[in-house]
T-cell receptor, first 111, second 114 residues
Framework: TQLLEQSPQFLSIQEGENLTVYCNSS?????LQWYRQEPGEGPVLLVT?????EVKKLKRLTFQFGDARKDSSLHITAAQPGDTGLYLC???????????FGAGTTVTVRA | KAGVTQTPRYLIKTRGQQVTLSCSPI?????VSWYQQTPGQGLQFLFE???????NKGNFPGRFSGRQFSNSRSEMNVSTLELGDSALYLC?????????????FGEGSRLTVL
C-alpha cells in the first residue's frame, strides 16, 4: 500500500480547462514536494511546501499544503499541452532521509 | 553544471542473472538515493547514501544492495534477478546534508528481465 494516495490516477482534459490533483495520507510530513515526470526522463521538482496551510503559486500552478500537513493539492489553471506528464507528490518524514512518493497522476492535455 | 548520469540506460537480463547499475551525482552532491519505478507501484525507495554510508533503506529483499564511493558515485546491484525486477531504476542526488531537500533525478536505467 502507498503511504501517499494520489487521485485521480488518470486525467485527460482539453486545453484551457482547469484541473486539480490530490495527494492524501494518514501520516504527517515535515515537508511535501511535487514533481513532474515526462516520458523517458526523471522527475523534476516543481515545488516544496513546508508549513501547514501554505499556498504557493508557480505561474498557472497553485500548490496547497493541508493545515495538518497530511495532504496537498495541485491546481492547474487553463491547462496547456505542455502540462502533460506524470505528477508525483512526495512526503518527507520527520526523522529520516527518504522521500515517500505517491503512485502519480498521469495528466494529458489535448490541444 | 552536469546533471545526474546513470548507466546503462537500457539493459536486458535473464532470470537468475545479476546486474550492476551506476550513478554519477551532480558535482558536489554527497547524497544519492535510489528508487524503483513500476507502473503499478510508482516510485519505491530502495536506499540512500551519504558520504559512503547507507543512511536509510527501503523494504526490498537483500538481493538489492548498493554502495557509494569516496567520489560520491554510487552503484546498486541486484542479484538472482526475478521477472518482477523489471522496472525503471532511478538515481537522485541531493546537495543537502540534513536531507531530504530537492532531489535531482537521472534519466534512469530501464531493466528488463526475461
Amino acid at each position: 500500500t502507498q503511504l501517499l494516495e494520489q487521485s485521480p490516477q488518470f486525467l485527460s482534459i482539453q486545453e484551457g480547462e482547469n484541473l486539480t490533483v490530490y495527494c492524501n495520507s494518514s501520516s504527517v510530513f515535515s515537508s511535501l514536494q511535487w514533481y513532474r515526470q515526462e516520458p523517458g526522463e526523471g522527475p523534476v521538482l516543481l515545488v516544496t511546501v513546508v508549513t501547514g496551510g501554505e499556498v504557493k503559486k508557480l505561474k498557472r500552478l497553485t500548490f496547497q499544503f493541508g493545515d495538518a500537513r497530511k495532504d496537498s493539492s495541485l491546481h492547474i489553471t487553463a491547462a496547456q499541452p505542455g502540462d502533460t506528464g506524470l505528477y508525483l507528490c512526495a512526503g518527507a518524514g520527520t526523522n529520516d532521509y527518504k522521500l515517500s512518493f505517491g503512485a502519480g497522476t498521469t495528466v494529458t492535455v489535448r490541444a | 553544471k552536469a546533471g545526474v548520469t546513470q548507466t546503462p540506460r537500457y539493459l536486458i537480463k535473464t532470470r537468475g542473472q545479476q546486474v550492476t547499475l551506476s550513478c554519477s551525482p551532480i558535482s558536489g552532491h554527497r547524497s544519492v538515493s535510489w528508487y524503483q519505478q513500476t507502473p503499478g507501484q510508482g516510485l519505491q525507495f530502495l536506499f540512500e547514501y551519504f558520504s559512503e554510508t547507507q543512511r536509510n533503506k527501503g523494504n526490498f529483499p537483500g538481493r538489492f544492495s548498493g554502495r557509494q564511493f569516496s567520489n560520491s558515485r554510487s552503484e546498486m546491484n541486484v542479484s538472482t534477478l526475478e521477472l518482477g525486477d523489471s522496472a525503471l531504476y532511478l538515481c537522485a542526488s541531493s546537495g543537502l546534508a540534513g536531507g531530504p531537500g530537492e532531489l535531482f533525478f537521472g534519466e534512469g536505467s530501464r531493466l528488463t528481465v526475461l
